[in-house]
T-cell receptor, first 116, second 113 residues
Framework: EAGVTQSPTHLIKTRGQQATLRCSPISGHTSVYWYQQALGLGLQFLLWYDEGEERNRGNFPPRFSGRQFPNYSSELNVNALELEDSALYLC???????????????FGPGTRLTVL | RKEVEQDPGPFNVPEGATVAFNCTYSNSASQSFFWYRQDCRKEPKLLMSVYSSGNEDGRFTAQLNRASQYISLLIRDSKLSDSATYLCVVNRHSGGGADGLTFGKGTHLIIQP
């Protein structure tokens, strides 16, 4: 069974540009989560999408946004990039709410974003 | 106080030994608990969920103490391949749904031959 996939693997941008990161969940999973892991810091929760809706967001500015498509894949957009946005961005997926294991999350390999 | 706190280590342990980590969490509303393992520059991988009654998976045993708000992980007969960072993870539920996971910064374990 294919796991969570993310693209691109690496992304290099300059300050002020926009970045788009993509994630495809495990087949059958409807919830997608985005996390940021900056160097030396733990994983920080960014966004949660379920059934096409944004369900919750972490303590990040509005220039971090995203969406979930009808096939449950997701995009994370980061506008007006800043140097401190350089990090590993991880996507995770889980089963739908209401299932017994819905909150077990499985991670993709991540997109390493470098802002110059 | 941080939401999830772990001793960062590193824990240097000889192969075959038993090692235990603890983790404390601050939010008493937390409802789901996990241990993840993360290898260097890789994504976290779910090691095991932690249940109220405690649970075991092979050489790994997890315990939850809600009264004291801590979670533990015990690794028996440690292998070289157990070397990794172990992340304590807590999930609060709100409105009947799951929020994002709150991760500790991890405990670094090095198994020495």
């Amino acid at each position: 069974e294919a796991g969570v996939t993310q693209s691109p693997t690496h992304l290099i941008k300059t300050r002020g540009q926009q970045a788009t990161l993509r994630c495809s969940p495990i087949s059958g999973h409807t919830s997608v989560y985005w996390y940021q892991q900056a160097l030396g810091l733990g994983l920080q929760f960014l966004l949660w999408y379920d059934e096409g809706e944004e369900r919750n967001r972490g303590n990040f500015p509005p220039r971090f946004s995203g969406r979930q498509f009808p096939n449950y894949s997701s995009e994370l957009n980061v506008n007006a990039l800043e140097l401190e946005d350089s990090a590993l961005y991880l996507c995770a997926s889980s089963l739908a709410r209401g299932t017994s294991s819905y909150n077990e999350q499985f991670f993709g390999p991540g997109t390493r974003l470098t802002v110059l | 106080r941080k939401e999830v706190e772990q001793d960062p280590g590193p824990f240097n342990v000889p192969e075959g030994a038993t090692v235990a980590f603890n983790c404390t969490y601050s939010n008493s509303a937390s409802q789901s608990f996990f241990w993840y393992r993360q290898d260097c520059r890789k994504e976290p991988k779910l090691l095991m969920s932690v249940y109220s009654s405690g649970n075991e998976d092979g050489r790994f045993t997890a315990q939850l103490n809600r009264a004291s708000q801590y979670i533990s992980l015990l690794i028996r007969d440690s292998k070289l391949s157990d070397s990794a960072t172990y992340l304590c993870v807590v999930n609060r539920h709100s409105g009947g749904g799951a929020d994002g996971l709150t991760f500790g910064k991890g405990t670094h374990l090095i198994i020495q031959p």
